[in-house]
């Protein structure tokens, strides 16, 4: 069985507000994902949640943000993928 290395410089964090009712919306469907981002809440009140994404998995981490737009409003106010 091949050992996976999780070195956290890998990950990269997105910053997003959402609205605060969607949190456990958007928490929940990442976590079906199985492993695309980890949703930490930052501040409840405001709905601003990071995700903790790797290189590989960035691009469809903003795919699904991008139809959650569509639904009720996302704003990304940090993409530390921006910066590589």
Known sequence: MKQRN???SDTLKIKAVIPPEEVVFVDMVFKSYEGIAMLTLHEA???L???DV???TRSQVLEILDDF???FPVEIIYDEGLEN
């Open 54 to 56: 790797t290189e590989g």
């Open 69 to 71: 737009n569509k639904e």
């Open 45 to 47: 009140e405001q709905g």
């Open 6 to 8: 999780s070195n956290h």
């Open 49 to 51: 949640i990071i995700l």
